[in-house]
């Protein structure tokens, strides 16, 4: 079996969750790569390693690995993604962040996450992803998102106005701080915060919500995912600015952004099959009531 590890930077406290996970692969004999920066963070945290490297999606798709295994939070998968894209390579998340809806791997259970793996212990959820198209190809090689896409304000205070199309159809033409596309993964995340829905992420949608709109009846609202979403901006600024995951851009009010379904999927890896909805009863504590007890 082959592997990749990926993670952005070593901390101190997670020194020892480190060390485990390079003993665990060397006691199972799991070949493995090592993203080149990480391994220089680990590194300077003493942590030796004589693992070969990797940097970049032609090298992952030389080394065609079994799995990538991502130490950090859900923000080390987004990001790994960016390498991933369409090579189909199954992510387990080993948590090492806060809330960790995506990478919900223990990290006090290295070993028996390792051995799951290696038996075939486990099971694989395919999650939607947006892609976006543009005259200047904002986001290059990867302009695609696990999470979601914003339009915001970018240099004062003044509301801008987001004209959003469904299919070519008016949708709304919101006055507001910026306008949000999640997928169901995206759902629980900047999407939740400023009042959209919770979507199951095999439900097939995407979810369109205004930041802070001054509409009172504009409200977040859910789509099918294979419908074509275009984008369109004015306001007082001469600049804007977008996102896809955790990068971003700026536009201009003469650009148009459209936003589809990616024809290929991230895959992650669950190891003790536990569902979506058991997932948001233990991170966002659903259930957790005195008059339930």
């Given at each position: 079996?082959?592997?990749?590890?990926?993670?952005?930077?070593?901390?101190?406290?997670?020194?020892?969750?480190?060390?485990?996970?390079?003993?665990?692969?060397?006691?199972?004999?799991?070949?493995?790569?090592?993203?080149?920066?990480?391994?220089?963070?680990?590194?300077?945290?003493?942590?030796?390693?004589?693992?070969?490297?990797?940097?970049?999606?032609?090298?992952?798709?030389?080394?065609?690995?079994?799995?990538?295994?991502?130490?950090?939070g859900d923000g080390t998968i987004l990001s790994a993604m960016t390498l991933i894209r369409d090579l189909a390579v199954p992510i387990l998340g080993i948590?090492?962040?806060?809330?960790?809806?995506?990478?919900?791997?223990?990290?006090?259970?290295?070993?028996?996450?390792?051995?799951?793996?290696?038996?075939?212990?486990?099971?694989?959820?395919?999650?939607?992803?947006?892609?976006?198209?543009?005259?200047?190809?904002?986001?290059?090689?990867?302009?695609?998102?696990?999470?979601?896409?914003?339009?915001?304000?970018?240099?004062?205070?003044?509301?801008?106005?987001?004209?959003?199309?469904?299919?070519?159809?008016?949708?709304?033409?919101?006055?507001?701080?910026?306008?949000?596309?999640?997928?169901?993964?995206?759902?629980?995340?900047?999407?939740?915060?400023?009042?959209?829905?919770?979507?199951?992420p095999d439900s097939g949608n995407f979810v369109i919500s205004p930041v802070?709109?001054?509409?009172?009846?504009?409200?977040?609202?859910?789509?099918?995912?294979?419908?074509?979403?275009?984008?369109?901006?004015?306001?007082?600024?001469?600049?804007?600015?977008?996102?896809?995951?955790?990068?971003?851009?700026?536009?201009?009010?003469?650009?148009?952004?459209?936003?589809?379904?990616?024809?290929?999927?991230?895959?992650?890896?669950?190891?003790?099959?536990?569902?979506?909805?058991?997932?948001?009863?233990?991170?966002?504590?659903?259930?957790?009531?005195?008059?339930?007890?």
């Open positions: 079996m082959q592997v990749l590890i990926y993670g952005r930077i070593v901390k101190e406290e997670d020194r020892q969750v480190i060390k485990q996970l390079l003993d665990t692969l060397s006691e199972l004999r799991i070949k493995a790569h090592i993203l080149e920066a990480f391994k220089s963070s680990a590194i300077e945290q003493n942590l030796k390693s004589d693992l070969p490297t990797f940097n970049s999606y032609n090298d992952i798709k030389k080394i065609r690995p079994d799995f990538l295994i991502s130490l950090g948590n090492l962040g806060r809330l960790g809806f995506l990478a919900n791997a223990d990290k006090n259970k290295i070993h028996q996450s390792l051995l799951k793996l290696k038996n075939g212990d486990f099971s694989l959820q395919d999650r939607t992803m947006l892609q976006l198209r543009s005259e200047r190809n904002l986001f290059g090689e990867c302009p695609v998102a696990l999470n979601d896409f914003t339009v915001l304000k970018r240099d004062n205070s003044s509301m801008i106005l987001i004209h959003c199309y469904i299919n070519g159809e008016l949708l709304n033409s919101y006055w507001a701080d910026g306008l949000i596309v999640s997928t169901p993964t995206g759902s629980t995340s900047y999407s939740l915060s400023v009042g959209g829905p919770i979507v199951t802070a709109p001054h509409n009172l009846n504009a409200r977040p609202v859910v789509v099918s995912d294979d419908v074509e979403i275009s984008i369109r901006v004015e306001g007082r600024s001469e600049t804007y600015l977008v996102t896809l995951d955790a990068r971003n851009n700026t536009i201009s009010d003469k650009e148009e952004l459209v936003l589809t379904k990616c024809n290929y999927t991230a895959k992650l890896v669950s190891l003790n099959n536990s569902s979506f909805f058991k997932t948001i009863h233990k991170k966002l504590n659903w259930g957790t009531d005195k008059r339930n007890s």
